[in-house]
């Protein structure tokens, strides 16, 4: 299996424990904590090592894949496929990024080489995301790669004593390949 993944900026591969530090100071942010579920604020010191630790044991046990995206050889963040269900060949695709590099086609480029992963090498039929309905920036970078709007779930989160509704999106290996073929 192939574990490193290139585009023409990006280099994703799994996480070294080196790159705790950069990663948690990075991912120790309000607005990144803002917009994800599972990820806390302030960030614990040392949780990061820790996180990448449990993430290595799981890429071992092909439970999860998780992916620290470089960009000129700087870690600047994270994309995941996690919650994998191999009998009904489906996963969950999770990522954040540094705020530094919001809004430059970062993290769509790396979606895109882990659904190609996703979908090529692990052979997966279904990969589903989520994210605030007010995270239109995510929302982006779904509909950019090809996931499809499968509908909103009403008050489906609840985070710092409020509800806000889920937007939920996925793509089939189908929907994949008909993608790559009109790039051609």
Known sequence: MKLILKSKRLILRPPK?????ILEKYINDRLIYRWTLNIP?????GGYKK?????LQSFKNKKSFNFTIYLNKEPIGSVDLTKIEWSHKR??????LARKYWNQGIMTEAVRLILDFGFNQLKLNRV??????????????????GLRLEGIGRQAIFK???YFDEVRRAILVSDYKKLKNKKK
Do not use: I, M, T
């Open 17 to 21: 424990l080196s790159d705790a530090p």
């Open 41 to 45: 604020y302030p960030y614990p010191k």
């Open 51 to 55: 996180w990448l630790l449990k993430s």
């Open 91 to 96: 996963a969950v695709l999770g990522y954040w």
């Open 128 to 145: 589903e995301s989520s994210h605030f309905k007010q995270n239109k920036r995510s929302g982006r970078v779904q509909e950019k790669c």
């Open 160 to 162: 710092d004593g409020k």
